[in-house]
């Protein structure tokens, strides 16, 4: 059976304004949109810095209600997962490339009372992470190289997002399907014409001049 979720729009907090973060989230939840995207990075595996677990700790304190979808850009996932879960975070991606036991962390995420997601980089092909679709809630296809907000969507990620598409649907499984990078107004649609359901936005939600009706478009997708 093929899962077919409402869609999500997710804006990235990294657009937001990082002197007023409370205020960033407040944005996000005066539109009624339930997830927020928290992208964390390490300096190692992606060449920038953000922020920590207390941030999202925080933001939770400062009332928000938000899911907190949480996208660790690290080296090493395995060794962050338990203080971003104690930090408020509803569920946890670890990317694919680094060298560590994807599924036990994945498993651990679980343990912990989040949901868990895997990530692939725009290099790496949907077969590598083949292996552990049925243990994660959420697939996320890069559709730029991470690090940096305010890059070009990659057109050429879009038979990867078809090719999970169709496995999910011939296995049976039921993950969420997020892009993120470079999404817009124009590139959400070819997203969700591929199969995306949840898609990340920083720049451009930030950016919109009416976000009510950037929002509307992508609850329509
Ligand atoms: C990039 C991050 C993204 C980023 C997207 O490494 O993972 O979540 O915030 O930003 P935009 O939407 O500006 O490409
Ligand atoms: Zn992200």
């Given at each position: 059976?093929?899962?077919?979720?409402?869609?999500?729009?997710?804006?990235?907090?990294?657009?937001g304004?990082?002197a007023?973060?409370?205020?960033?989230v407040?944005l996000?939840?005066?539109?009624?949109l339930?997830w927020?995207?928290c992208?964390?990075m390490?300096?190692h595996?992606?060449?920038?810095?953000?922020?920590?677990?207390?941030?999202?700790?925080?933001?939770?304190?400062?009332g928000s209600?938000?899911f907190?979808?949480?996208?660790?850009?690290?080296s090493?996932?395995h060794r962050?997962?338990?203080p971003?879960?104690?930090?408020?975070?509803?569920?946890i991606s670890?990317?694919?490339?680094?060298?560590?036991?994807?599924t036990?962390t994945?498993t651990r995420?679980?343990?912990?009372g989040c949901?868990?997601?895997?990530?692939?980089?725009?290099?790496?092909?949907?077969?590598?992470?083949?292996?552990?679709l049925p243990?994660?809630?959420?697939?996320l296809?890069m559709?730029?190289q991470p690090g940096?907000?305010?890059?070009s969507?990659?057109?050429d990620?879009?038979?990867?997002?078809?090719?999970?598409?169709?496995?999910r649907a011939?296995r049976g499984?039921a993950?969420?399907?997020?892009v993120?990078?470079g999404?817009?107004?124009h590139t959400?649609?070819?997203?969700?014409?591929?199969g995306?359901?949840?898609?990340v936005?920083?720049s451009?939600?930030?950016?919109?001049?009416d976000k009510?009706?950037f929002a509307?478009?992508?609850?329509?997708?």
């Amino acid at each position: 059976m093929s899962s077919k979720h409402a869609p999500l729009l997710a804006p990235s907090l990294l657009a937001g304004d990082h002197a007023n973060l409370a205020a960033s989230v407040r944005l996000v939840e005066d539109l009624r949109l339930p997830w927020l995207h928290c992208d964390i990075m390490d300096g190692h595996f992606v060449p920038n810095l953000t922020f920590g677990p207390e941030t999202l700790a925080a933001l939770r304190r400062a009332g928000s209600k938000l899911f907190f979808d949480t996208h660790l850009m690290l080296s090493e996932p395995h060794r962050y997962v338990e203080p971003f879960a104690k930090a408020g975070a509803n569920l946890i991606s670890i990317h694919i490339e680094p060298d560590y036991d994807h599924t036990a962390t994945l498993t651990r995420i679980r343990a912990l009372g989040c949901q868990c997601g895997i990530v692939l980089n725009p290099g790496t092909p949907a077969r590598a992470v083949e292996k552990v679709l049925p243990l994660v809630d959420l697939v996320l296809v890069m559709t730029v190289q991470p690090g940096f907000g305010g890059q070009s969507f990659r057109r050429d990620m879009l038979p990867k997002i078809e090719q999970l598409r169709d496995w999910r649907a011939a296995r049976g499984l039921a993950f969420r399907l997020e892009v993120d990078g470079g999404v817009d107004l124009h590139t959400g649609p070819e997203c969700a014409a591929a199969g995306a359901d949840t898609f990340v936005a920083g720049s451009a939600f930030f950016r919109a001049a009416d976000k009510p009706a950037f929002a509307t478009a992508f609850s329509r997708l």
